[in-house]
Every structure is written in structure tokens, then in C-alpha cells.
């Protein structure tokens, strides 16, 4: 098993940028492709970006891409997600994910969670 932690949320004004952080522990890091994915209230759960296990293979759902950017250290058991330009409606608990299955990094059944951290984006 891994657990995951997340941080680096918080309330930042529209046009500001985030950093967000998924630390892992357990079992190899690497084995783990890793996503993030989000949840605004009255929504559904939201892929945001995923990262194969070398760092090498990147995907963004349609909100993230040109905004946002997925990177991970294997060295440092950690997965980050860099948020520039953000927008009102960006406002959602963000997620981290890892899957040590073979699967398209977007698929949203990841088989491990984090407990999430809120980002708030006001106007």
C-alpha cells in the first residue's frame, strides 16, 4: 500500500499561482503512476493531471492544460501539481492519487487517495 498527503492549498486571489504537494509513503514510489483530481461543491470528481512512473508521460484534463503542470520526485517520494493563472473556478478539494496499474493516467478509479486539500480562488 502507499499513503498519501497532501498539501501546499489555501485561498489565493484569481490570477495567483499554487503549488501543491502529494507526499508518499509505503511501498516504492515509482511503481506508482500518480494523478491529481478535484471536486467542487455540487460536482463531480474532476481529472486534473496525471504522471506515468518515470515522469516521462504527462496528461491534463481540459481545465488544467496551459495552466497547470504535473511533476514528481522519485527521489523525494513526492508528486506536485503547479497552478498558475487560477480562476474562480478552480475552487475544490484536490485530490492525489497513485495506481501501480498499467492504465491510462486519466482513468479516475486510481486505487489509492489522499485526504485532499481545499484550494479557494476568489474574485
Known amino acids: 500500500q502507499v499513503q498519501l498527503v497532501e498539501s501546499g492549498g489555501g485561498l489565493v486571489q484569481a490570477g495567483g499561482s499554487l503549488r501543491l504537494s502529494c507526499a508518499a509513503s509505503?511501498?516504492?514510489?515509482?511503481?506508482?503512476?500518480m494523478g491529481w483530481f478535484r471536486q467542487a461543491p455540487g460536482k463531480e470528481r474532476e481529472f486534473v493531471a496525471g504522471?506515468?512512473?518515470?515522469?516521462?508521460?504527462?496528461s491534463y484534463g481540459d481545465s488544467a492544460k496551459g495552466r497547470f503542470t504535473i511533476s514528481r520526485d522519485n527521489t523525494k517520494n513526492t508528486v506536485y501539481l503547479q497552478m498558475n493563472t487560477l480562476k474562480p473556478e478552480d475552487t475544490a478539494v484536490y485530490y492525489c492519487?497513485?495506481?501501480?496499474?498499467?492504465?491510462?493516467?486519466?482513468?479516475?478509479?486510481?486505487?489509492?487517495w489522499g485526504q485532499g486539500t481545499q484550494v479557494t480562488v476568489s474574485s
Open positions: 509505503g511501498r516504492t514510489f515509482s511503481s506508482y503512476a
Open positions: 492519487a497513485a495506481d501501480s496499474r498499467v492504465r491510462g493516467l486519466a482513468q479516475p478509479d486510481y486505487e489509492y
Open positions: 504522471i506515468s512512473r518515470s515522469g516521462t508521460v504527462t
